[in-house]
């Protein structure tokens, strides 16, 4: 993935979208498995701090790493809010988290909201659950999402079609219309170029239309088992959705919870 992704004005509507505003029971989820598992935590793909935040909160410690300095940056002024002690428990890196090395270990590891699908390439995926393991405690865990695809619809043309997604207005006025398209199909990478398109109209009625364009990877879960394994995890856990329920035809989710040791 290039740097400069999500160095865009992504950064600047990511926290305001519905889209993730909405997204609400995977940090719950998060939450229940800090209690569950200990700190320190970190979270790979950490970008406005939504999950780390929440974590840092509980009082735990928590570090977050992302690639995009303009995403951190967002992080960085809700770490400034936090009171000295939870400041003091909360870091934030910059990094690709398929090449880290932060001399430190961990209880749990994170990747929340799909960064994964953002490491393109088997070796970066590789890459970083081996970071990752590298990284973890004895007896540690990592868990990841994705979404689960289905195969039908990721190769259906009528995507190709702008659809609208969402509309809201921002704290300073705007008035935000997202929709999205797919760019480019790509089975035999398993990959999809996608588009969200920000139509922005400001408060001084100028009107502008912004595309956050990104190559979108898509796992299926026996894939993601086979790469665990070969990177030297058990799966002790995988889930549908962030209620825990089992993975079914129709689960939104892929989440699998790993550990060290096959
Ligand atoms: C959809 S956002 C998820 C952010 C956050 N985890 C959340 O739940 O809101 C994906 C994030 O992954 C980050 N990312 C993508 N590739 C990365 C990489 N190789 N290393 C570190 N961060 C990466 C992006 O910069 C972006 O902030």
């Avoid at 840092?56 to 809010?81: F, I, N, Y």
């Amino acid at each position: 993935m290039s740097p400069a992704l999500y160095d865009s004005f992504i950064a600047d509507y990511y926290d305001e979208s519905p889209i993730v505003r909405q997204r609400t029971q995977d940090v719950a989820f998060y939450r229940d498995a800090v209690r569950e598992c200990g700190d320190p935590v970190l979270e790979l793909g950490c970008g406005t701090g939504r999950v780390t935040m929440a974590l840092a909160q509980m009082g735990k410690r928590v570090t977050g790493l992302d690639l995009s300095e303009r995403m951190l940056e967002h992080a960085a002024r809700k770490r400034a809010a936090l009171n000295k002690e939870e400041r003091e428990r909360f870091h934030l890196v910059q990094g690709d988290m398929t090449k880290f090395d932060l001399g430190e270990k961990f209880q749990l590891i994170i990747i929340p909201f799909r960064p994964f699908q953002h490491l393109l390439e088997v070796r970066d995926q590789v890459a970083c659950l081996e970071r990752v393991r590298k990284h973890l405690r004895p007896g540690g865990r990592l868990i990841l999402d994705v979404f689960q695809t289905d195969a039908e619809r990721m190769h259906d043309p009528i995507h190709m079609r702008e659809a609208p997604l969402v509309e809201y207005r921002s704290h300073d006025g705007k008035h935000v219309r997202i929709s999205e398209r797919v760019a480019a199909f790509h089975r035999a990478e398993q990959r999809n170029d996608v588009e969200m398109i920000y139509t922005v109209e400001h408060p001084n009625g100028r009107k502008e239309r912004l595309v956050f364009a990104w190559p979108l990877r898509y796992f299926f879960r026996y894939e993601v088992e086979h790469l665990l394994a070969r990177c030297g995890f058990r799966v002790a856990a995988e889930y549908g959705d962030f209620d825990r329920t089992p993975i079914r035809d129709n689960s939104p989710e892929m989440i699998f919870v790993a550990e060290p040791g096959w």
